[in-house]
């Protein structure tokens, strides 16, 4: 159990002491209230990124299906607070292009190459380090300030899992600086689309093809790295029939399949011209491309350049194997480790009528007798991610942080950083990966540091930033009128030991309660 230490100062003491108080006065207001529906608290925290007051006030005004309905399918673009587009907007690259981005900072690299002097040059070339570092870290800052704040929660869920299901990893190359934009343009705008869009938008971006090496597969030079694993981890999975032919098959479709930075056409033979492709940094570039015919997953594909390529994604995401895979790992995110098979078929069946619509296919999720079954069993393990903001937003509601460095620091503690696992099978959604002493022990600390105060949350990384002062409330009207009805005795018994509010924060955080 976390102790205030001895030596805590007396404006520390009568802070404490004035939260208790305010903390007394909303448990006896509550107490009159109405208590909110504990099957729906359930929901919200299972689609969301974490409940809190001001969410759980909207679902009860609306109701639960209303609510699901306008998480299911929000519009285009959803307004953050203006404090949170605030922050994005003043990010630098946060508008341009991964072509115009990536010209950019290949024209800083070169230029710090031929500096002469080599001091000079070492110091040039710690200023274009630096430079990708921030990008990465303005990329994490958008991703964990979408989640806090935006009213699209369940497409932000979505949008974290599909990113780790299309991962990348932002050391390799140059991804730094685009991995932003990856999430940005090609993750989230799909989220909750179709599925055969989503595909193809990763396909098509820079860092997709940078980090599996298509930008790299070209006719004689055959790189299958991408082919591989379109099939193993982005559609059917592993063992659901396909071959290393079929390998061999989609690695020459994909070939001229790649990135262009240059301003000007590469130069092409007369009858070629017409089959060149060049969307910002997307290129297909015929000159590099297999034309001969080609047998992929069964189906005769006529060697005519980019056409092959739809043609095969079709193929792909029409495959039985994709409906039932795709179907599997939504499922093991949203409801257990090993999800019923009745579940995965449901929404396999969902998948295949609604030519893969990802919103159906939660839909036929949530309205199913296993996931509400799910509900009240406790079975689903928050993984790191999922633990820290669902803290968050629980401990300051629509309090919007300023400071998103501390988050990723606990991400990274916790084994979860933003955009760094390695390889491209993304991180465990499962609950043995995360659930070990170790993690515990950290989750424990995380637990004490944004329990008690704002470590740091609410400074602004700027210099000489001043730190605004903010405390998490947690027993609030949500709390009694909710959240304490779904714990334990042997939880409630901890907390009513709790010596300050400070103690009685971590301790409801670190509660096994709250980690599923």
Known sequence: MVRIPKNLSRRLYACCAVIASVAGILGAVAAHANEFNARDLALMDRLTWGINASSAEHLRALGTERWLQEQLHPPASVALPDTVTAQIEAMPDVHKLPFDIAVAFEQQAKSANQVADTDQKKAAQQVYQGAMNDRAKQAAARTILHALYAPDQLRERMSWFWFNHFNIHQYKANLRILVGDY?????RPFALGKFRDLLASTMRHPAMLRYLDNADNAAGHINENYAREIMELHTMGVGSGYTQADVEALARILTGVGIDLKSEDPK?????QSQLVREGAFEFNPSRHDYGDKTFLGHPIKGRGLAEVDEALDILVHHPATAAHLSRQIATYFVSDNPPESLVQKMALAFKTSDGDIAAVLATMVHAPEFAASLTSGS?????????????RLAYDDKTVLNTAPVQNWFNRLGEGLFNHETPDGYALTSASWNGPGQMMVRFEVARQIGSGSSGLFKPDLPNATDQPAFPLIQNALYFNGLRQTLRPTTLTALDKAISPQDWNTLFLSSPEFMR
């Open 380 to 392: 689903r393990f928050k993984d790191p991610v999922q633990y820290v903001l669902s803290a968050l």
């Open 268 to 272: 092409l033979k007369p009858e070629l």
């Open 183 to 187: 999430e940005d343009r090609a993750i």
